[in-house]
């Protein structure tokens, strides 16, 4: 019970209905709120055409304004506990270095663990990534570039679109996995990626004591979110993992990691790295000596990083 306490603090998922003020990898959401420079905003839009606050988002356009922006979908950690949180999205770090290189940034919600089990989530995710691509005139977005971006569960679920991308259902082991669902008005749409990132997410759900960190408790965020144990139904582990999942076909994913993580271990980011690596994936990874979970993340150099990789994989 410690452990999933400790998740819901550091993806700022306190209560499922709560909505701080963005900030600092998903501590600085309960400190202060982000005025971000834009030349545009919507808040609260629904992107499946239903009346649940877990089905909408936030949409931010650079200030400088251009006919059609290129766009990252930026998700919210919460151990995948809370369902409103888009506005604690990583708004001064992430979100702001994107929006300052020309990024269009839509920050969405999606259903909690308490909602709905999984694959809801990913489903969720999916009829954004569709959104955005039926609704891009209205918006300025351009199509042509839809990259996914998360902190912790969220880079948990931006790496699953990623290595996914493209495969609507598939098999893993005993399981019959539904990746695309049925949210939203475009399911005429693709839901294809063009570009991850993935920051401190856990992406191996098979090994989450792969290194040092904090004892799980009775039950652990992914044992809620399945309604299951590890040891009881292995495969449904396996097919909330991303790792699962990579191929040659996977678009470029960045990863970035802290080496002192004792919420999800660094081992997670580098077993990721290597697999992609060895699939011959377009690929970086940093990880941090002194990185915690959030803390020590976000600086000016990794954020860099993040654009350069983003803006590479766009060419």
Same mark, same amino acid.
């Not at 600085?28 to 992107?47: A, H, I, M, P």
């Given at each position: 019970?410690?452990?999933?306490?400790?998740?819901?603090?550091?993806?700022?998922?306190?209560?499922?209905?709560? +909505?701080?003020?963005?900030?600092?990898?998903?501590?600085?959401?309960?400190?202060?709120?982000?005025?971000?420079? @834009?030349?545009?905003?919507?808040?609260?839009?629904?992107?499946?055409?239903?009346?649940?606050?877990?089905?909408?988002?936030?949409?931010?356009?650079?200030? +400088?304004?251009?006919?059609?922006?290129?766009?990252?979908?930026? $998700?919210?950690?919460?151990? *995948?506990?809370?369902?409103?949180?888009?506005?604690?999205?990583? =708004?001064?770090? $992430?979100?702001?270095?994107?929006?300052?290189?020309?990024?269009?940034?839509?920050?969405?919600?999606?259903?909690?663990?308490?909602?709905?089990?999984?694959?809801? +989530?990913?489903?969720?995710?999916?009829?954004?990534?569709?959104?955005?691509?039926?609704?891009?005139?209205?918006?300025?977005?351009?199509?042509?570039?839809?990259?996914?971006?998360?902190?912790?569960?969220?880079?948990?679920?931006?790496?699953? /679109?990623?290595?996914?991308?493209?495969?609507?259902?598939?098999?893993?082991?005993?399981?019959? $996995?539904?990746?695309?669902?049925?949210?939203?008005?475009?399911?005429?749409?693709?839901?294809?990626?063009?570009?991850?990132?993935? *920051?401190?997410?856990?992406?191996?759900?098979?090994?989450?004591?792969?290194?040092?960190?904090?004892?799980?408790?009775?039950?652990?965020?992914?044992?809620?979110?399945?309604?299951?144990?590890?040891?009881?139904?292995?495969?449904?582990?396996?097919?909330?993992?991303?790792?699962?999942?990579?191929?040659?076909?996977?678009?470029?994913?960045?990863?970035?990691?802290?080496?002192?993580?004792?919420?999800?271990?660094?081992? +997670?980011?580098?077993?990721?790295?290597?697999? =992609?690596?060895? /699939?011959?994936?377009? @690929?970086?990874?940093?990880?941090?000596?002194?990185?915690?979970?959030?803390?020590?993340?976000?600086?000016?150099?990794?954020?860099?990083?993040?654009?350069?990789?983003?803006?590479?994989?766009?060419?």
């Amino acid at each position: 019970m410690k452990k999933l306490l400790f998740f819901l603090l550091m993806g700022c998922g306190l209560t499922v209905s709560a +909505q701080p003020g963005g900030g600092f990898g998903g501590f600085g959401g309960f400190q202060r709120q982000v005025q971000l420079e @834009t030349s545009q905003q919507w808040k609260d839009v629904n992107y499946a055409g239903d009346d649940q606050a877990y089905h909408t988002c936030d949409i931010y356009l650079p200030k +400088q304004e251009a006919e059609s922006y290129p766009v990252v979908i930026h $998700i919210y950690g919460s151990a *995948w506990f809370s369902n409103n949180s888009k506005g604690a999205a990583d =708004l001064g770090t $992430i979100v702001k270095a994107l929006l300052d290189n020309g990024f269009a940034v839509v920050c969405p919600n999606h259903r909690s663990s308490m909602d709905a089990k999984w694959p809801a +989530q990913i489903h969720d995710i999916r009829a954004v990534i569709r959104f955005v691509r039926g609704e891009a005139k209205k918006y300025k977005f351009d199509p042509s570039f839809i990259a996914t971006s998360g902190f912790s569960s969220g880079g948990h679920l931006s790496s699953v /679109a990623a290595t996914t991308s493209g495969i609507k259902q598939t098999k893993v082991g005993t399981v019959d $996995i539904d990746l695309e669902g049925k949210v939203g008005n475009y399911l005429d749409q693709p839901s294809t990626v063009n570009a991850a990132c993935d *920051w401190s997410g856990p992406v191996d759900l098979t090994a989450m004591d792969c290194g040092d960190a904090m004892k799980m408790g009775e039950n652990s965020p992914e044992d809620v979110l399945l309604d299951s144990k590890l040891a009881k139904e292995p495969d449904k582990y396996l097919s909330l993992s991303a790792t699962n999942y990579v191929s040659k076909n996977c678009p470029p994913i960045i990863i970035f990691h802290g080496e002192k993580d004792n919420v999800v271990p660094c081992c +997670q980011g580098k077993k990721f790295y290597e697999l =992609l690596k060895a /699939a011959g994936v377009t @690929t970086e990874a940093t990880f941090v000596p002194e990185g915690g979970h959030g803390m020590g993340m976000y600086a000016e150099e990794n954020l860099n990083k993040m654009v350069s990789f983003l803006k590479a994989a766009k060419k």
